[in-house]
């Protein structure tokens, strides 16, 4: 089996408050995006687990890659032995606040799901909510990439409710090279409460407010990121964001064409990794 799992942008990002827990309350919009990993699974002989990463340059143990991390609960939930060679192709660049890793955990749950029910005729071998529960334990964004589609997000990134009017968007994501940790980001960002939560139907609507509450914070640790929104401004997008905690920078564009244009124009300057895609409205897996 092969699949590709998406990443994402988040055109909108609150930070409400530090919770008990440790986590943070967030109110956001998170959309999927035509960027694409792949994940390819097949069966061995009674081997085990043989996970191999292709594309990057890991420094964490495999035990620690969210895909192995992902096998090893489906594997306790289900009392199944994963016997299977994991091949992760990586595009979407880690460390970038595009999602990529999540992405990997969900698709991963959904593909082992579907390879070890009982039959062909079931829908899987775990219930919908023991999914939900798994890709919970995995991570905040995870539960998202289950069924990615424009969402409003709330709480730690569990109350997900889909976005049915989200405009299209066009997009260049920029990769500066440097990454930014998801955890040192929320150590310095600054919460802030919010009383009006928006409603987003249209461009216009977007446009008003496209916000990230990360930059706060980043924008002067990181002066690269507000020279990469500028260029994108001055190049035709709309508007252009950081992308959850960073470090990709993204800009948006009313059309393919302005996209294309702005992408000619910035593949001769020496910025970072770009790449060109389009939000979704939805993505099935297989």
């Known amino acids: 089996m092969r699949i590709l799992t998406p990443a994402k942008i988040n055109p909108l990002l609150y930070i409400l408050s530090k919770r008990e827990d440790g986590f943070h309350e967030l109110y ?8 694409f990993d792949t994940l390819t699974f097949t069966h061995n002989d009674g081997q085990g687990l043989n996970f191999k990463v292709s594309g990057a340059d890991f420094s964490e143990p495999p035990e620690e890659n969210l895909v192995v991390r992902a096998v090893r609960i489906f594997e306790l939930e289900s009392r199944e032995t994963v016997n299977l060679n994991v091949i992760l192709e990586k595009h979407i660049p880690s460390g970038a606040g595009l999602g990529g890793g999540s992405g990997n955990a969900a698709g991963t749950i959904l593909a082992l799901n579907h390879l070890y029910r009982k039959s062909s005729e079931a829908e899987g071998l775990l219930s919908p909510e023991t999914i939900i529960a798994i890709a919970s334990e995995l991570g905040s964004d995870v539960p998202f990439f289950l069924e990615p589609s424009p969402c409003e997000i709330k709480g730690r990134g569990e109350k997900i409710k889909p976005l049915l009017e989200f405009p299209k968007l066009f997009l260049l994501i920029i990769k500066p090279p440097l990454s930014i940790s998801t955890k040192e980001a929320y150590k310095k960002c ?23 509450q990360f930059e706060t914070s980043l924008l002067e640790q990181y002066p690269v990121l507000s020279e990469l929104k500028t260029l994108l401004l001055e190049n035709g997008a709309f508007g252009a964001l950081v992308s959850g905690s960073g470090s990709a920078v993204f800009g948006a564009y009313y059309n393919k064409k302005l996209q ?8 001769c300057l020496t910025v970072g990794d770009i790449f060109s895609c389009e939000t979704m409205v939805t993505y099935s897996y297989f």
Do not use: A, R
């Not at 600054?190 to 916000?211: A, E, G, M």
């Not at 294309?260 to 593949?267: A, H, I």
């Open 260 to 267: 294309n244009q702005s992408l000619k124009k910035l593949s």
């Open 28 to 35: 956001m919009h998170m959309v999927p995006v035509s960027l």
């Open 190 to 212: 600054l919460p802030k409460k919010q009383t009006n939560l928006p409603n987003v139907c249209s461009i216009d609507d977007l446009k008003s407010y496209f916000q990230n």
